[in-house]
């Protein structure tokens, strides 16, 4: 038995529901992904392009020109790790935020749990950056035959840097999607505010060779606040062996993570039943 | 007895006018010039400031109804009366403002056909995101698959993409997949319009087979009264957001017919009826009434006159005036209209003599809608008053040439006469 009414408390959060769609979610995600490279020559090659892009210029720029790079490891990993991490999380956060004005029209004419849409949009991101990291993996293999970097342990702990960057995309853009329901102005910023923080984070200069930023140095324990920093760093550290862990701050990243998908999930129960008479 | 829909006291608002600024900008200059007691900067300079959004328009008045497993609902009533509204409550699209509606059973709601259809995948890939959007899971939309492709007539095409389809072809798909949900309520809102005559007949009897041998509840909108008399064995008829019957169907039909017809009527007082001018002007001009010469109810046949006195008053003395009226079918569609020569109206009571001609209208109801309006010094016209449905009337012909029984989906609304037909010759 459901019931619906006109208003319902701060938790009202249909979880269950969610899973009970999660045929829907597999199906959205593999929509995504056919839809996007339908009558493309490159296919899901074109996943690579991008990053592959950015990371040449921010090594010929950033790494071989300002020398912002890390010290002993080739600029064109170094970059390329920052890249695709970073345009996970962006990617997520991005999509999370347009995913009900971008879908209003479905929206608008059948029901299911409304959350469905910005977790697949999100998951959605997770095979582009498979295909990328796949594509950083051939590269480390390299570098380690050669002896160039070492990759270590910690490696295998990228599942839970990646996890992270998607719960925070995802929080974040939910908080956004909340806001952007009745007005508009926040989705201009978007895309504006995402690259102002990319360089308050660590993609494109290595912050354990700036000294206000290293370990000790005046800036480190603001710096250290923003939460992809650390997610950031344990990625870097695992694939390349370059840089280091906090674990303190590690852990306090993890807790604003949460506090941000629980702040996002609130916001949304609140708007969820009636955005589509606004949006 | 199962009881699976209840709606209890539910009433829908919507703010008329922008909701906000439409952005936050807007918004926040229209803030800062109010405090300043000056104009609103986005407001067109002489306009009257925008509906501000506390101006309210309820869509659902307290409505209330009970569902039973196996019950088909149709639900009637002219445009605007909040059938849309209802199903987009039950189906859970957005919320009431008031009054609860209990489930007790999963929903499929078809408000359109196909939605979330993309048309880079194929039919087949379609039929699983529909099935999925709708609220099957992927093992469900296999058990059925083969039963949909054969219902849509498409096996040929399924492995296409759906960008590829005729318009016809895509209703067929999506109508197929909605009919095979396994849902225990189906809610359609006029999708049956479109696609053929011959689908549309097949659709109908799925639907019926749904409700009768499966058991399962379906509730469907529509303006067409045979789609409604063959599929449902409940109506609601709606108007103006309440509920103004519920019951059985031809009891329905008849006073959802009676809305518009106000059967056997001669006189129509104007006091309540829609008017389709701003309220906020004061042209000092209103219709009042009407009444039908020589008449003991509002029943015509084809080519007869609608022959009837118009009340209007007037504050002030107005030359010239004319008169324009727009005929409307039973459904709101216009079908035609006609404006007269000018007048002059006076202050005071004006009776104003009209015969409407009928000349092409074949059997059915309609309404006429009747504006006044004045020549201004451009020579534009401008509405001085306007009353929706004002004169509701129904053709009946009593001989069969002339458009008895008329199927107004096959040959449209008006007719035409005479048509001139002969054999002029013939070989063995």
């Known amino acids: 038995m459901s019931i619906v009414e006109p208003y319902t408390g701060w938790f009202n959060i249909d979880i269950k529901g969610v899973w009970k769609y999660k045929d829907l979610i597999k199906l959205f995600v593999r929509r995504t992904f056919v839809a996007q490279y339908k009558q493309t020559i490159l296919g899901p090659a074109w996943a690579i392009v991008q990053p592959f892009l950015t990371t040449v210029v921010y090594s010929l720029f950033f790494g071989n020109i300002a020398g ?18 970073w345009t996970l999380f962006a990617n997520c956060l991005n999509s999370s935020a347009n995913a009900f004005i971008s879908n209003a029209r479905i929206l608008g004419k059948v029901y299911f749990p409304r959350l469905v849409m910005p977790i697949s949009s999100s998951i959605s991101q997770l095979i582009s950056f498979g295909i990328q990291f796949l594509f950083l993996c051939g590269f480390l293999v390299y570098y380690s035959v050669t ?31 909340s806001l952007t329901t009745k007005y508009r102005d926040l989705a201009m910023l978007v895309s504006f505010g995402l690259e102002l923080w990319k360089f308050a984070s660590p993609v494109a200069y290595d912050m354990f060779g700036r000294l206000s930023l290293a370990p000790g140095g005046k800036y480190y324990s603001f710096y250290m606040l923003n939460p992809v920093t650390p997610l950031i760093n344990l990625f870097r550290y695992g694939t390349l062996g370059c840089g280091a862990v906090d674990w303190n701050y590690y852990f306090i990243s993890w807790g604003e993570t949460l506090v941000i998908l629980f702040i996002g999930i609130v916001l949304f129960s609140r708007v969820e039943k009636t955005f589509m008479d606004t949006i | ?55 309210k328009f309820l ?58 259809f993309h048309p880079e995948l194929t ?52 109508f197929s997949v909605a009919a095979h949900l396994n849902s225990d309520i189906m809610i359609m809102d006029e999708v049956l319009a479109v696609g053929d005559v011959d689908f549309q007949k097949k659709c109908l009897g799925r639907m019926g087979e749904a409700a009768s041998s499966e058991n399962r509840t379906v509730l469907y909108v529509s303006h067409n009264i045979s789609t409604i008399r063959s599929l449902c064995t409940k109506c609601l008829v709606l108007d103006h957001g309440h509920v103004s019957y519920l019951g059985d169907v031809e009891t329905g039909i008849a006073k ?29 001009v209103k219709m009042i009434s009407a009444h039908l010469n020589n008449k003991d109810n509002n029943i015509y046949s084809t080519g007869d006159a609608i022959d009837f006195m118009l009340v209007i008053q007037s504050s002030k003395e107005i030359n010239p005036v004319n008169i324009s009226i727009v005929n409307q079918y039973v459904d709101g569609v216009r079908i035609g209209g006609s404006i007269s020569n000018n007048l002059v109206l006076y202050v005071g009571e004006n009776h104003i ?47 069969g040439v002339y458009g008895k029984d008329w199927q107004h989906n096959v040959y449209g609304h008006s007719m035409y006469r005479p048509l001139v037909v002969e054999n002029v010759s013939h070989k063995a």
């Open chain 1, 68 to 85: 912002l790079g890390a010290a002993g490891v080739p600029n064109f990993v170094f970059y390329l790790s920052g890249t695709i991490i």
């Open chain 2, 123 to 174: 039919g087949k890939e379609n039929i699983y995101l529909n099935g999925a959007i709708l609220g099957m899971t992927e093992a469900e939309v296999s058990k059925k698959f083969e039963q949909i492709v054969e219902f849509s007539e498409l096996s040929k095409f399924i492995d296409t993409p759906v960008k590829r389809y005729s318009s016809g072809m895509y209703v067929k798909l999506a």
């Open chain 2, 256 to 284: 959802y017919l009676g809305i518009m017809n106000e059967a056997s009527a001669t006189d129509f007082d104007f006091s309540e009826k829609t008017r389709r001018i701003d309220t906020r002007t004061t042209s000092g």
């Open chain 2, 1 to 55: 007895m199962d009881r699976i829909l209840k709606v209890e006291n539910v009433a829908k608002e919507y703010r008329l006018g922008t909701i906000g600024g439409a952005t936050l900008r807007g918004e926040l200059q229209a803030w800062w010039a109010k405090k300043r007691h000056l104009e609103n900067p986005n407001v067109k300079i002489g306009a009257k400031q925008p509906m501000d959004g506390r101006e």
């Open chain 1, 147 to 177: 002896g160039v970097i070492n990759v270590n342990q910690y490696f295998f702990m990228f599942p839970l840097a990646v996890l992270q960057a998607l719960i925070l995309g995802f929080g974040f853009g939910t908080i956004l999607s």
């Open chain 2, 59 to 116: 869509a659902l008045d307290d409505v209330s109804f009970e569902l039973n497993r196996g019950e088909a609902l149709g639900i009637i009533g002219h445009n605007g009366a909040g059938k849309s509204t209802l199903l987009k409550l039950i189906s859970r699209i957005t919320a009431p403002t008031k009054g609860r509606i209990y489930l007790n059973g999963t929903i499929a709601s078809m408000l359109e056909v196909g939605t979330g």
């Open chain 2, 353 to 399: 003599h009209i015969l409407f001609p009928t000349d092409n209208i074949p059997d059915g109801i309609y309404s006429l809608e009747i504006h006044v309006n004045s020549m201004d010094e451009d020579g534009l016209n401008s509405r001085l008053d306007s009353v929706k449905f004002a004169i509701p009337y129904s053709i009946q012909n009593r001989v």
